[in-house]
């Protein structure tokens, strides 16, 4: 990988397991490929949409005079599998502000995920209106989600994004791992990386999918497969915990939707996510 | 053109000024067309991005098994001209339950608009939650929209999009047209088609960018050009009006992000849409 032939070159630390599960490198036919990590699943060998965004969004940096991903709009074909993975990214529009490209992540059984990337620069400007912090129990009165999960479904081995995301769940919004779910479909807590990276705007479109459904807040624990998802990265992230709140919109007819809003540790909201989903089973 | 040559074929009644506005026809080579309508500009020429998500959205759906658009999402690349455009529509994926394409608007200038969509056939299903419809005004309470714009920016003539909708503002939305901003980015109003034309789940992504700025409401009374657009349609729209609210997000460094939500008359939440755009200048 010669990083100096690439357009863009985003921040990578070998040292964070984030950093090197997402890295996209330049194949020698000049191609763009990753290596999906089976580390970041979320049971079943199945991985995280989110896990799967950033890989796209790293793609989109790339090729992009811009640093950061600000809008990410995806559509999940299929479950990739862990491994080889390629991007295509189908350059757009370009200009000063934004470029927009459109990136399509395949393994062997084909498109699993195709994404409409608009990238930008982020600055650090002040906030014309913003939308402020919601109260939130200290990151030490909050329960690790990775046990709350467990003790809710026990599993052996605990997921990968359990392990590699540090959640803490504020516990107005955890009673569903004890039988007592709040009945509203809010499920709200602090996140940072396990391995102490602070996040990034890439970082965002990971943890814009990485709470528990909110339809266990309601008492439904299945699953809920990712159909469309929209990230909007809104300013860069201080380092420090961040405050992710996800909140169920409508559930009929077998879809359900959800919102997401993250704020960063100064208390500025950092990102937006939007995702239609198939209803849980459960 | 030949319907019955037609994989879907949303219904579309000649009296209806949508329905004639947004005709996809297939051409003689098997492609796509459409001629986009001058009558639904928003000043200036510029063309409302929430027509020509319509225009896109009814070529997925003529081309997938599935009735209705139950995800649209966009990138605006370019302002496109009235007049004849071209649709590709690339399938995706296609199930029983839903299909998702990719569709590509084109003028002569080239590509302007990028739309990925899901497709899928809605019911009328009890809402296990739903988002219940806000308090406001009838609509004998409300003043028109297009009477109020003209107020605050006198305009000759008046924009299409402001004869061919029947907007009602909210008068607790509206102090922005005589000088009074409310300081909080809501909009809020009844809407139906100016033709007595029922919604239907298409029109939902002509409503769904249809109230003015949310910035008006802060006293910035510029455009804000849309980057990202998604709509979700949540369900079948029953006839009559509806009520559709717009709250901004986030404005900050040259960016806004905005949410609608739209409730139809029997009070049901049947279609939300997030947009990411350029901060307007006003």
């Given at each position: 990988?010669?990083?100096?032939?690439?357009?863009?070159?985003?921040?990578?630390?070998?040292?964070?397991?984030?950093?090197?599960?997402?890295?996209?490198?330049?194949?020698?036919?000049?191609?763009?490929?990753?290596?999906?990590?089976?580390?970041?699943?979320?049971?079943?060998?199945?991985?995280?949409?989110?896990?799967?965004?950033?890989?796209?969004?790293?793609?989109?940096?790339?090729?992009?005079?811009?640093?950061?991903?600000?809008?990410?709009?995806?559509?999940?074909?299929?479950?990739?599998?862990?491994?080889?993975?390629?991007?295509?990214?189908?350059?757009?529009?370009?200009?000063?502000?934004?470029?927009?490209?459109?990136?399509?992540?395949?393994?062997?059984?084909?498109?699993?995920?195709?994404?409409?990337?608009?990238?930008?620069?982020?600055?650090?400007?002040?906030?014309?209106?913003?939308?402020?912090?919601?109260?939130?129990?200290?990151?030490?009165?909050?329960?690790?989600?990775?046990?709350?999960?467990?003790?809710?479904?026990?599993?052996?081995?605990?997921?990968?994004?359990?392990?590699?995301?540090?959640?803490?769940?504020?516990?107005?919004?955890?009673?569903?791992?004890?039988?007592?779910?709040?009945?509203?479909?809010?499920?709200?807590?602090w996140m940072r990386f396990s391995d102490g990276r602070d996040a990034d705007p890439l970082a965002m479109a990971l943890f814009a999918d990485a709470l528990p459904p909110t339809g266990f807040a309601l008492?439904?624990?299945?699953?809920?497969?990712?159909?469309?998802?929209?990230?909007?990265?809104?300013?860069?992230?201080?380092?420090?915990?961040?405050?992710?709140?996800?909140?169920?919109?409508?559930?009929?007819?077998?879809?359900?939707?959800?919102?997401?809003?993250?704020?960063?540790?100064?208390?500025?909201?950092?990102?937006?996510?939007?995702?239609?989903?198939?209803?849980?089973?459960?």
């Amino acid at each position: 990988m010669h990083p100096g032939t690439l357009i863009g070159v985003p921040q990578t630390d070998p040292s964070s397991q984030f950093d090197v599960a997402t890295t996209v490198r330049r194949t020698d036919g000049g191609g763009l490929a990753a290596d999906l990590d089976p580390g970041w699943d979320v049971g079943g060998g199945i991985l995280n949409g989110g896990y799967l965004l950033a890989v796209a969004g790293r793609a989109a940096v790339l090729e992009s005079p811009h640093a950061h991903p600000v809008a990410l709009s995806a559509t999940y074909l299929r479950a990739p599998a862990a491994g080889p993975a390629t991007l295509t990214v189908s350059p757009a529009s370009s200009g000063r502000t934004l470029a927009n490209s459109l990136v399509t992540l395949a393994d062997a059984g084909g498109p699993a995920l195709v994404v409409q990337a608009t990238t930008a620069t982020l600055g650090h400007d002040e906030a014309i209106w913003a939308e402020p912090m919601p109260d939130a129990p200290s990151v030490e009165h909050c329960a690790s989600a990775a046990e709350l999960r467990h003790v809710a479904q026990p599993v052996d081995p605990l997921p990968g994004l359990s392990q590699r995301l540090d959640t803490r769940l504020d516990p107005a919004t955890s009673g569903w791992a004890v039988g007592r779910p709040s009945g509203e479909p809010v499920i709200r807590g602090w996140m940072r990386f396990s391995d102490g990276r602070d996040a990034d705007p890439l970082a965002m479109a990971l943890f814009a999918d990485a709470l528990p459904p909110t339809g266990f807040a309601l008492g439904r624990m299945g699953w809920a497969p990712t159909v469309q998802l929209q990230v909007l990265v809104r300013a860069l992230p201080a380092p420090g915990w961040c405050l992710v709140e996800a909140r169920g919109g409508d559930m009929a007819g077998g879809w359900v939707d959800e919102d997401y809003r993250i704020w960063d540790s100064s208390g500025r909201l950092v990102a937006r996510s939007r995702q239609l989903a198939r209803a849980s089973r459960g």
